[in-house]
């Protein structure tokens, strides 16, 4: 008996052993090594940034040339005012346009560039004595008489960032300052909404995020029309020879790049990088049969045929595999000597006067008629030099408008200065910047939240430190944006907007978070239990006798007590 009692004590204490050596090393020593590593999120910062606040600040110089104020009302200044304007693009998306507009007299300097002979050299001197900042604007106000204007135009829109406004009756009858500027600020808005950001801009800007009101149809053509923001683009100039045995062309595109475009992308550089490359592609059709006109004597290609032209060039162009940027297509079309001369019609049956045509954010197409160079009586092939000055004219504004550089039309009495060689104003370049800036904060904060949130309803995704990084680098570079566009600084929004967007995409597209990777729950289940059920059944019907004995010896010890 007293054999058998320590043998059943013996393994009452290796059953107890067993289960407590598996319960405390075991079971945390297993959990340990299972576990999903998940590195810390600034998950209540990125909650923050989902609920979109942005100010947006500009700073507008009024300079008054002589013989625009009075002496009394020259008392007042120089004078600051701060203009705000609310607008609730949605319940998730709040913005505020702040102005702050600083009233002051011209100095001796800027008088004797307001005397120059044309509007023109008077911007340029002006622009020389001092450059405004990125994203500012200097109104000067001119009198009446003066010959910088011609008399049918009362506001000129200079290449830089500054503008003429002339004093017309209605101010001269202002007998203080404050009237005189209550009867200037409707002419200053105008300014401003032509050379500054605009609700339409910024709206357009946020079309990924917010949905359009059936009222802004121009605004949602616009952005639909121009590429998302990229940090870099790739431009293709592509020659299409359909006929190389009556043709041969040659094109100077190296030189024409460097003429036409290249001054417009270094321009252009703050808001993204870009590259140029260029092909000659041989017996490329256009895919689409023109038609023949009889009473023009020429082949025509209408509006409704022109959406069947792109799908089989594109199969020709080839791709760039080794970048993600978005390519910008420029095709110059060369038409066989048998379907020459070869038009573009619009929806109203005329010709398009460029011969050109462009698909959103893909590119555009000219068709280049070389029919007039030769005679019946040439011999083929013929030898053509393209003009690449005209080609080039009709892809840099194709280029502006894919790019998102939008030139809507004066409103009556202004008068816009022409791009000049860089093909852009300085005020285009800050409309375009205050877009990208907006589209890039959104955009990052969209990919942002949407990560945060995917990773909080998929528990068992691993977070590595790497990706833990690049989502802190985006949440600072998120709140750098906002705190820069706040202060107006323009450039710099730019930049710490473009740091977001690419620490967020890296970080949301980062291969570790594929959740195929891991295993599912029921996945998890049946590859444990095989392993643990043979281990633990016999550990717990053990303690199961064990605390069986013990309940038995607690009722005998009470029966006796009783």
Same mark, same amino acid.
């Given at each position: 008996?007293?054999?058998?009692e320590v043998?059943?004590?013996?393994g009452?204490l290796?059953?107890?052993?067993i289960?407590a050596?598996v319960?405390i090393?075991?079971?945390?020593?297993w959990?340990?090594t299972?576990?999903?590593?998940r &590195?810390w +999120?600034? %998950?209540?910062?990125?909650?923050?940034? #989902? *609920?979109?606040?942005l @100010? $947006?600040?500009?700073?507008?110089?009024?300079?008054?040339?002589?013989?625009?104020?009075?002496?009394?009302?020259?008392?007042?200044?120089?004078?600051?005012?701060?203009?705000?304007?609310d607008?609730?693009?949605?319940?998730?998306?709040?913005?505020?346009?702040r102005?702050e507009?600083?009233?002051?007299?011209?100095?001796?300097?800027e008088?004797?560039?307001?005397?120059?002979?044309?509007?023109?050299e008077?911007?340029l001197a002006?622009?020389m004595?001092?450059?405004?900042?990125?994203?500012?604007?200097?109104?000067y106000?001119i009198?009446?008489s003066?010959?910088?204007?011609?008399?049918?135009?009362?506001?000129?829109?200079g290449?830089?960032?500054? &503008?003429? +406004?002339? %004093?017309?009756?209605?101010?001269?009858? #202002? *007998?203080?300052?404050? @009237? $005189?500027?209550?009867?200037?600020?409707?002419?200053?808005?105008?300014v401003?909404?032509?050379?500054?950001f605009?609700?339409a801009?910024?709206?357009?800007?946020?079309?990924?995020?917010?949905?359009?009101?059936?009222?802004?149809?121009?605004?949602?053509?616009?952005?639909m029309?121009?590429?998302?923001?990229?940090p870099?683009?790739?431009?293709?100039?592509?020659?299409?020879?359909?006929?190389p045995?009556?043709?041969?062309?040659?094109?100077?595109?190296?030189?024409?790049?460097q003429?036409?475009?290249?001054?417009?992308?270094?321009?252009?550089?703050?808001v993204?990088n870009?590259?140029?490359?260029?092909?000659?592609?041989?017996?490329?059709?256009?895919?689409?049969?023109?038609?023949?006109?009889?009473s023009r004597?020429a082949?025509?290609?209408?509006?409704?045929?022109?959406?069947?032209?792109?799908?089989?060039?594109?199969?020709?162009?080839?791709?760039?595999?080794a970048?993600?940027n978005?390519?910008?297509?420029?095709?110059?079309?060369?038409?066989?000597?048998?379907?020459?001369?070869?038009?573009?019609?619009?929806?109203?049956?005329?010709e398009?006067?460029?011969?050109a045509?462009h698909?959103p954010r893909w590119?555009?197409?000219m068709v280049?008629?070389?029919?007039?160079?030769?005679?019946p009586?040439?011999?083929?092939?013929?030898?053509?030099?393209?003009?690449m000055?005209?080609?080039?004219?009709v892809f840099?504004?194709?280029?502006?408008?894919?790019?998102?550089?939008?030139s809507?039309?004066p409103?009556?009495?202004?008068?816009?200065?022409?791009?000049?060689?860089t093909?852009?104003a300085?005020?285009?370049?800050?409309?375009?910047?205050?877009?990208?800036?907006v589209?890039?904060i959104?955009?990052?904060?969209?990919?942002?939240?949407?990560?945060a949130?995917?990773?909080?309803?998929?528990?068992n995704?691993?977070?590595?430190?790497?990706?833990?990084?690049?989502?802190?680098n985006?949440?600072?570079s998120?709140?750098?944006?906002?705190?820069?566009?706040?202060?107006?600084?323009?450039?710099?929004a730019?930049?710490?907007?473009?740091?977001?967007?690419?620490?967020s995409?890296?970080a949301?597209?980062?291969p570790?978070?594929l959740?195929?990777?891991?295993?599912?729950?029921d996945?998890?289940?049946?590859?444990?239990?095989?392993?643990?059920?043979?281990?633990?059944?016999?550990?717990?019907?053990?303690?199961?006798?064990?605390?069986?004995?013990?309940?038995?010896?607690?009722?005998?010890?009470?029966?006796?007590?009783?």
């Amino acid at each position: 008996m007293a054999t058998a009692e320590v043998e059943r004590r013996r393994g009452q204490l290796a059953a107890l052993s067993i289960a407590a050596v598996v319960i405390i090393v075991g079971v945390p020593l297993w959990w340990k090594t299972t576990e999903t590593y998940r &590195a810390w +999120l600034p %998950v209540s910062q990125i909650r923050e940034l #989902a *609920k979109l606040q942005l @100010q $947006l600040s500009a700073d507008v110089e009024v300079v008054f040339a002589r013989g625009t104020v009075t002496p009394e009302q020259q008392k007042k200044v120089p004078l600051t005012k701060t203009q705000e304007e609310d607008h609730a693009v949605d319940e998730g998306t709040t913005l505020k346009y702040r102005y702050e507009t600083k009233y002051r007299t011209a100095t001796i300097m800027e008088e004797d560039a307001l005397n120059k002979p044309t509007a023109a050299e008077a911007d340029l001197a002006l622009h020389m004595l001092s450059e405004s900042p990125c994203g500012s604007l200097v109104i000067y106000v001119i009198p009446e008489s003066s010959s910088l204007l011609h008399e049918d135009v009362k506001v000129y829109v200079g290449q830089r960032r500054t &503008a003429l +406004l002339r %004093v017309v009756a209605q101010m001269r009858t #202002a *007998k203080t300052f404050e @009237q $005189l500027l209550d009867r200037l600020q409707p002419h200053i808005i105008q300014v401003l909404r032509i050379m500054s950001f605009s609700r339409a801009d910024i709206t357009a800007a946020l079309s990924d995020r917010v949905r359009f009101h059936p009222g802004s149809k121009e605004s949602v053509a616009d952005s639909m029309r121009a590429f998302k923001s990229s940090p870099g683009y790739e431009i293709t100039f592509s020659l299409l020879n359909p006929d190389p045995k009556s043709h041969r062309l040659h094109w100077d595109i190296e030189g024409a790049a460097q003429t036409y475009i290249q001054p417009l992308l270094m321009k252009m550089s703050p808001v993204a990088n870009f590259s140029i490359d260029s092909q000659t592609l041989h017996y490329a059709m256009l895919g689409v049969n023109p038609r023949y006109d009889s009473s023009r004597s020429a082949y025509t290609l209408n509006a409704d045929s022109l959406a069947h032209v792109i799908n089989p060039v594109e199969a020709r162009l080839g791709s760039n595999a080794a970048s993600s940027n978005p390519v910008l297509n420029f095709l110059l079309y060369v038409p066989d000597s048998h379907h020459s001369p070869l038009y573009i019609q619009d929806h109203h049956k005329q010709e398009v006067p460029s011969n050109a045509f462009h698909s959103p954010r893909w590119g555009g197409i000219m068709v280049y008629n070389v029919d007039s160079s030769y005679g019946p009586e040439a011999e083929f092939p013929v030898d053509i030099n393209i003009n690449m000055a005209k080609v080039m004219g009709v892809f840099l504004a194709q280029l502006r408008l894919l790019l998102g550089v939008q030139s809507s039309p004066p409103p009556p009495g202004f008068l816009v200065a022409p791009c000049g060689s860089t093909g852009l104003a300085d005020w285009e370049l800050d409309r375009l910047m205050w877009s990208r800036s907006v589209e890039n904060i959104a955009t990052a904060t969209t990919t942002i939240t949407s990560l945060a949130q995917l990773l909080d309803q998929i528990g068992n995704i691993v977070i590595n430190d790497n990706i833990a990084e690049q989502v802190s680098n985006a949440v600072t570079s998120l709140q750098l944006a906002v705190a820069e566009l706040d202060a107006g600084n323009l450039g710099f929004a730019l930049q710490f907007s473009k740091e977001a967007i690419l620490a967020s995409e890296k970080a949301f597209f980062d291969p570790s978070l594929l959740h195929l990777l891991y295993f599912p729950d029921d996945q998890k289940f049946a590859i444990y239990i095989p392993l643990f059920l043979p281990m633990c059944v016999p550990i717990l019907l053990s303690l199961l006798k064990i605390a069986s004995e013990a309940r038995q010896k607690r009722r005998e010890k009470q029966a006796k007590k009783d």
